[in-house]
């Protein structure tokens, strides 16, 4: 679904999927936005530069996954500008029960993490948007303009990770949470005991890990399950 040619059509212009007119900004009806991060200095300043913009306007804030399914029920906003990472619930698991119930509902991912995994199962829950925190000051607004336009934006750097691992094998669950103990420090003996396993059956998982990620051995393949987004910490 996410192939080279999808990717790199992606990069085709600054950020944006799709090809189409800039929209201008109506700024006789503003467009109502929900923001939702765990941390407060980032919702401040989202909503610092955001409320800049005559024809934008914050309608409410969440610190979770599950205080913006609430707020996104009770308030129904244009866009919402969410996060990824946030406990208890993710940014992902709360998209997906928002676009569950309102299919029409437009989102942008704001986050740190550019790993093309974590951008795949987000461009996969329906999001509208892929953006990395440092553009908070850039062109947020013009995102969420054109994402309130129906149009789709990712970033050219994470576009071009999708294209560079299109078509290599991907981690089965169990290898997930293999890795994860793995970056925990755990021997194979200890994954063993924590999975309910054979000693020997979390060795083989190890050794399918560090092979379909292209790794040079445990400690590398924990880099790259971080930098690809696989991983969690």
Known sequence: MFG??????????????DIGPHPLPNLNRKVRVLVVD???LLREGVTAVLTRSPDLTIVG????????????RALQPDVTVMDL??????GIDAMCVIRLESATAR????TRFAGDVLARRALEAGVSAYVLKERVRMDLGDIIREVHQGMKRIE???ALQIANYAGEQTLTSREVEVLQLVAGGNSNKLIARALTISEETAKSHVRNIIEKLGAHG???AVTLGLRRGILQL
Do not use: C, N, Y
Request: aromatic share 2%.
């Open 4 to 17: 080279r040619d999808l990717a790199l059509s992606q990069m085709s212009a600054p950020l944006a999927s």
């Open 38 to 40: 765990d941390q407060p």
């Open 61 to 72: 804030e969440a610190s979770d996954g599950r205080e913006a399914i609430e707020k996104f």
């Open 85 to 90: 990472q946030m406990r208890p619930m993710s």
């Open 107 to 110: 989102i942008v991912v704001l």
């Open 156 to 158: 050219p750097s994470i």
């Open 218 to 220: 445990r400690t590398h």
